[in-house]
């Protein structure tokens, strides 16, 4: 039996809510490459081209893919997410898109010191359930997308206890015998919020919404 996707169970509207500090202000180095929004973090391309790639030491497993981080530069300054992991970078060096880069820099400079802080995305809609491909009752992995503050943990649950699912450095979580009928999934932020959502079987999809989004930081 193939499982394509999990649809939830009531869906919702949110407003934006970007731009509030989630971390101390960090002094680093910016440079570029040629990004195109896809990468370790396993986003799909295209979209927004205001991305970057997150130093090895401070990628964390890919507990940072999704985080937008404010950068301030020569030039002036630009809003991020991050979307890969640039494993020679080290720690405080955030590898910028050239659309991203431009904003900070002259591209001839190649290479700049920076400022950059941690931040709410500005995000609209709910958060999104991805599942990859190949994903079925016996071995599922589930991707966090359009969410407002850093994902810290995904559970869920059919009856009884909530577990865990297993995070990998590709940025899914990954669980073996989620079985068949409907579940709740938990979404824990980096803050602690969390968003619980129903869900069940669905063909022909590879993507569901959730019922909510984090609420903006005071």
């Known amino acids: 039996m193939t499982l394509a996707t999990l649809a939830c169970g009531a869906c919702g509207d949110s407003a934006s809510g970007g731009g509030v500090s989630l971390g101390s202000e960090q002094k680093g180095i910016a440079?570029?490459?040629?990004?195109n929004?896809?990468?370790?973090?396993?986003?799909?391309?295209?979209g927004d081209q205001m991305?970057?790639?997150?130093?090895?030491?401070?990628y964390d497993n890919s507990a940072v893919c999704g985080e937008c981080v404010d950068i301030v530069g020569p030039k002036g300054s630009v809003r991020v997410r991050i979307v890969d992991q640039c494993p020679d970078c080290d720690?405080?060096?955030?590898?910028?898109?050239?659309?991203?880069?431009?904003?900070?820099?002259e591209a001839k400079d190649g290479r700049v010191d920076i400022?950059?802080?941690?931040?709410?995305?500005?995000?609209?809609g709910p958060v999104e359930y991805h599942f990859k491909d190949g994903s079925n009752p016996w071995w599922t992995a589930?991707?966090?997308?359009?969410?407002?503050?850093?994902?810290?943990?995904l559970e869920w649950r059919r009856d009884g206890d909530w577990k865990a699912l297993e995070r990998q450095s590709y940025n899914y979580f990954v669980f073996e015998g989620i079985g068949e009928?409907?579940?709740?999934?938990?979404?824990?932020a980096s803050d602690g919020q969390q968003l619980v959502d129903s869900v069940e079987k669905v063909l022909n999809d590879d993507s569901v919404d959730g019922a909510d989004q984090f609420a903006p930081q005071k």
């Open 31 to 35: 440079t570029f490459y040629d990004a």
């Open 37 to 46: 929004g896809g990468g370790n973090c396993s986003f799909e391309p295209g």
């Open 51 to 58: 991305v970057a790639a997150m130093n090895q030491a401070q």
């Open 91 to 105: 720690k405080g060096h955030l590898d910028l898109s050239r659309e991203a880069f431009d904003k900070v820099a």
């Open 115 to 124: 400022t950059w802080t941690p931040v709410s995305c500005d995000v609209a």
């Open 142 to 153: 589930i991707q966090v997308r359009n969410h407002r503050l850093p994902i810290k943990k």
């Open 181 to 188: 009928g409907r579940f709740q999934l938990r979404v824990t």
